[in-house]
């Protein structure tokens, strides 16, 4: 029995840069259908400003606080910043500029916000202040940020209170992070909430953030809600949660429960924090959506993610477009992805760039592609230095493909080294080639824990292969304990000997269900063995009468029909038995002179019993001195038959004696019968 795992290709753990000129892009673009962005478009930037919001000041002071943008700080995972306004006109500050001169509260507001976007502070200052003491919530909320840009952080605080308290969602939403940051979380929650419930997207979003932290199920409503309202981040968080809703149950979202000091256990959902029941087809349909927004919206883990839906959905131009897009705005994942997606469209060159722009940015799994096809190129030596590139980027699959390398190379000390290596980290295919090593070197005991721990760890492989060691050391019923386990992960030849157990056992119909399974997976064997169980049941079929037609196959004959045609000599014979049986002489022809072919003395028999019958006596002795050959006693019987008819004496005697040295005893019989009458004859 061949253990599995000795020489396996590259496992590929995953399919999943800075902008380089020597790519490609325009032939990328042109066969994904993807525009190219420019560096506004790919840069991601942030959502959740590290300083507070600059209110965009009005006209009217009635609506004066209700807009807002956000500083960008150049954080990678959220979502663009709001644009920023484009500057006054000279005539147009130097008109507010007088109206507050003059004493003009919203002018004053205004100014003061112009100012500080600007980066004036000293000038925003007294403009401020000055619409501050007017009542000015807008003007409170940014002297807060002008203040905490001053490093005054508990005064931006208390201006920003009172422009919270006076109805600021912006102010609401930088108090609340201010009381996160020291650490006061109940402090931060009210706040937060009070932004949010007013529909300030920043503060639903921080909210989520605060409750996610904590565990508590509350925190999708708000993603949801800061979703809604142009949120790339907060889309992108919205479908990553909704992904894992997917696959685990809801309350297992926020890993383990937390305990506060309200209570034990998850902090307490308020009404209409729950997370909306459904499907989990409606959920992925669901985060699909999100990603999609978030990824149309400039955020490249967004798009990485959308390409690997449509990839999987068997969308590969549009998983390219994304998987592109997102590449471009920096997303070594992406660039490892699109180089696998090029490489199944055949086009290896493209991919091998894109896997290097990938491996250069750290990825470990563009490295292991690298050293693959630098493998298969026989480039052994720069195939290793990918492979440890791989390693030396933390994926143990590099440690695992050096070992596969050293293997194929027949240097099993160093192969044993590296898949001892990635074995110790975790790597279950490597503790099973690791296994097989040591098998092979006649350690079957520092073998069997290897195989364990990988087959434990979930290897098919090494699940068939200690079932081949436990039957080995003729320990039936743990080695089809192991089978089982194999057979029940769609290994095929672990079926195979399921069934095999299970008919030594009686057990006809659970045998032949695994046999159909190992059959169906392409096993000849199998495919034999459930023809043989067919066989049994059902009666010798009849040859066709004279004006008949000749009987269809039967299930049956199929299935030994599928074993010949794999080169399995025993179905080869069967098969063309049974095509004889219903009168198709040509394909039992063609069957038995496969089988015989290939060296089976009961398909050359056949074939020479066809022969003779159709006239062909000398290639039909031909055959039947083969079969003899080879230990057939029928066959030297006949050819001992052959020579009597022909006068051919001492010719018949010898063939007699083979056949009465070969057997069966009927053939020993009649042959022992025959050889004295020719002796009789010879003397007479």
């Known amino acids: 029995m061949v253990f599995m795992g000795d020489r396996a290709t590259l496992l590929e753990t995953g399919r999943f840069v800075r902008r380089r000129n020597h790519l490609k892009g325009d032939a990328l673009n042109a066969a994904f259908g993807s525009p190219v962005l420019r560096d506004k478009e790919t840069t991601d930037t942030c959502e959740?400003?590290?300083?507070?919001?600059?209110?965009?000041?009005?006209?009217?002071?009635?609506?004066?606080?209700?807009?807002?943008?956000?500083e960008n700080t150049g954080n990678e995972e959220t979502g663009?910043?709001?644009?920023?306004?484009?500057?006054?006109?000279?005539?147009?500050?130097?008109?507010?500029?007088?109206?507050?001169?003059?004493?003009?509260?919203?002018?004053?507001?205004?100014?003061?916000a112009l100012l500080l976007r600007r980066g004036d502070l000293d000038g925003a200052e007294p403009y401020l202040r000055g619409a501050t003491a007017e009542g000015d919530r807008a003007a409170a909320n940014n002297l807060g940020v002008l203040l905490h840009q001053r490093g005054y952080v508990d005064d931006a605080a208390g201006w920003w209170r009172v422009a919270a308290v006076a109805g600021s969602a912006p102010a609401a939403h930088a108090l609340g992070r201010h009381y996160r940051e020291r650490g006061d979380?109940?402090?931060?929650?009210?706040?937060?909430?009070?932004?949010?419930?007013?529909?300030?997207?920043?503060?639903?979003?921080?909210?989520a953030e605060l409750l996610e932290h904590r565990g508590d199920v509350g925190a999708e409503r708000w993603l949801r809600a800061a979703a809604e309202q142009g949120h790339r981040e907060a889309a992108y968080r919205l479908a990553r949660m909704l992904d894992r809703y997917v696959d685990d149950e809801p309350h297992d979202v926020f890993g383990p429960p937390r305990t506060g000091p309200g209570g034990s256990g998850r902090g307490a959902a308020r009404k209409g924090d729950r997370p909306a029941a459904g499907s989990a087809t409606g959920r992925a349909g669901e985060a699909e959506q999100w990603y999609r927004q978030a990824a149309a919206r400039g955020h490249r883990r967004a798009a990485l993610h959308l390409g690997a839906i449509l990839e999987r959905r068997g969308e590969p131009k549009e998983a390219g477009r994304w998987y592109l897009i997102s590449a471009k705005a920096g997303e070594a994942r992406a660039a490892c992805a699109l180089g696998f997606l090029l490489r199944d469209a055949g086009d290896e060159e493209s991919a091998a760039v894109w896997w290097l722009r990938a491996a250069q940015e750290g990825d470990g799994n563009a490295a292991n592609a690298l050293g693959a096809l630098h493998a298969a190129r026989g480039e052994q030596q720069t195939a290793e230095r990918w492979y440890r590139a791989a390693m030396d980027a933390g994926d143990v699959n590099g440690a695992y493909n050096l070992g596969l390398l050293c293997a194929a190379q027949d240097r099993t000390p160093q192969a044993e080294q590296w898949y001892r290596r990635a074995a110790y980290a975790g790597h279950r295919e490597a503790a099973n080639a690791l296994a097989v090593l040591l098998l092979q070197a006649d350690d079957a005991t520092g073998a069997e824990p290897w195989f364990s721990k990988a087959a434990e760890a979930g290897s098919v492989d090494a699940a068939f292969n200690l079932g081949i060691l436990y039957s080995g050391r003729d320990e039936d019923r743990m080695a089809l304990v192991w089978y089982e386990r194999a057979a029940a992960a769609g290994h095929t030849e672990a079926a195979l000997q399921v069934g095999m157990a299970l008919l030594h056992q009686g057990e006809e119909q659970e045998a032949e269900r695994h046999?159909?399974?190992?059959?169906?997976?392409?096993?000849?064997?199998?495919?034999?063995?459930?023809?043989?169980?067919?066989?049994?049941?059902?009666?010798?079929?009849?040859?066709?009468?004279?004006?008949?037609?000749?009987?269809?196959?039967?299930?049956?004959?199929?299935?030994?029909?599928?074993?010949?045609?794999?080169?399995?000599?025993?179905?080869?014979?069967?098969?063309?038995?049974?095509?004889?049986?219903?009168?198709?002489?040509?394909?039992?022809?063609?069957?038995?002179?496969?089988a015989a072919e290939a060296g089976s003395r009961n398909g050359a028999f056949n074939l020479g019993l066809l022969l003779a019958r159709e006239g062909s006596e000398p290639e039909a002795a031909l055959w039947?001195?083969?079969?003899?050959?080879?230990?057939?006693?029928?066959?030297a019987l006949r050819l001992a038959l052959l020579a009597a008819r022909r006068g051919e004496l001492g010719e018949g005697q010898r063939w007699c004696a083979r056949a009465v040295e070969l057997g069966p005893a009927e053939v020993a019989e009649r042959a022992a019968r025959l050889r004295e009458a020719l002796h009789q004859e010879l003397t007479a």
């Open 48 to 70: 959740t400003p590290g300083t507070p919001e600059i209110i965009k000041a009005t006209e009217t002071a009635k609506t004066a606080g209700c807009a807002a943008t956000a």
């Open 80 to 112: 663009p910043a709001e644009s920023t306004e484009s500057p006054e006109s000279a005539a147009i500050e130097a008109r507010h500029r007088r109206a507050a001169d003059a004493g003009d509260t919203a002018s004053m507001s205004i100014l003061g």
């Open 185 to 207: 979380e109940p402090g931060a929650e009210y706040w937060l909430r009070q932004s949010a419930e007013q529909g300030h997207a920043l503060g639903a979003y921080a909210l």
């Open 515 to 594: 046999l159909r399974c190992a059959a169906g997976g392409g096993s000849a064997e199998a495919a034999f063995r459930l023809a043989g169980v067919l066989d049994s049941r059902q009666s010798p079929p009849g040859a066709p009468a004279l004006g008949e037609s000749m009987p269809a196959k039967t299930e049956c004959e199929e299935w030994y029909e599928r074993a010949a045609e794999q080169g399995h000599r025993r179905a080869q014979v069967r098969a063309g038995m049974l095509a004889a049986a219903r009168g198709d002489m040509d394909s039992a022809a063609r069957w038995y002179r496969e």
């Open 624 to 635: 039947w001195s083969r079969a003899a050959n080879d230990g057939h006693g029928r066959a």
